[in-house]
């Protein structure tokens, strides 16, 4: 089955340390996404790719940064710059027509 | 102004009602509309995806597109406890892929 698939499902992080939150899919999709989810809140978007070695800050983008070496392939990596780093990640991936297909997303919490 | 508004309710109604969902937009050049139901702790799933305006139907739940009012709804018939999530719209312009998603709309539905 074509999906997204996201790991760690819960991911603890100690004060200062960079973290790696990974987003593989198979769904052929040239767009791939990562957001952001705070209780209560809706979704922002932290970084965007729309073709493999490209991608785009979204609107919060200070203290992360990704890569996109592979069109499947699209990891975050959440850095100690990040002063507020405890959130439901999600990435999300989107062809030419279609709407986002999401992965079941990422529990980050500092310790 | 943000792009998206939508209601953050909650909204509470009796298991069987007519629930109505809705969303506002600001930008004229969106022509593909979403909506995503999402569970506590779980990414988002798409639910509905429609092209420019018009109504489509999919078993109990229903989307409407009204492009000239730059409005969206979501009706659900005869809804049901697991129907209770939280619903967000979202829309991107044609051959653009950034998605832009609504707050979300917290719905709980009573035995």
């Known amino acids: 089955d074509g999906g997204i698939t996201q790991s760690p499902k819960y991911l603890f992080r100690k004060e200062g340390q960079n973290v790696t939150l990974s987003c593989e899919q198979n769904l052929n999709h040239d767009a791939m996404y990562w957001y952001r989810q705070d209780p209560g809140q809706g979704l922002r978007l932290i970084y965007y790719s729309q073709i493999v070695n490209d991608f785009q800050k979204g609107d919060i983008a200070e203290g992360y940064s990704v890569s996109r070496e592979k069109k499947e392939s699209f990891p975050l990596t959440v850095t100690s710059a990040q002063k507020n780093p405890t959130a439901f990640y999600l990435c999300?991936?989107?062809?030419?027509?279609?709407?986002?297909?999401f992965g079941s997303g990422t529990r980050l919490t500092v310790v | 102004q943000k792009e998206v508004e939508q209601d953050p309710g909650p909204l509470s109604v009796p298991e069987g009602a007519i629930v109505s969902l809705n969303c506002t937009y600001s930008n004229s050049a969106f022509q593909y509309f979403m909506w995503y139901r999402q569970y506590s702790r779980k990414g988002p799933e798409l639910l509905m995806y429609?092209?420019?305006?018009g109504n489509k139907e999919d078993g109990r739940f229903t989307a409407q597109v009204d492009k000239s009012s730059k409005y969206i709804s979501l009706f659900i018939r005869d809804s049901q406890p697991s129907d209770s999530a939280t619903y967000l719209c979202a829309m991107r312009a044609y051959n653009f892929n950034k998605f832009y998603f609504g707050s979300g709309t917290k719905l709980n539905v009573k035995p």
């Open positions: 999300a991936s989107s062809g030419a027509t279609s709407g986002y297909t």
């Open positions: 429609t092209y420019s305006s």
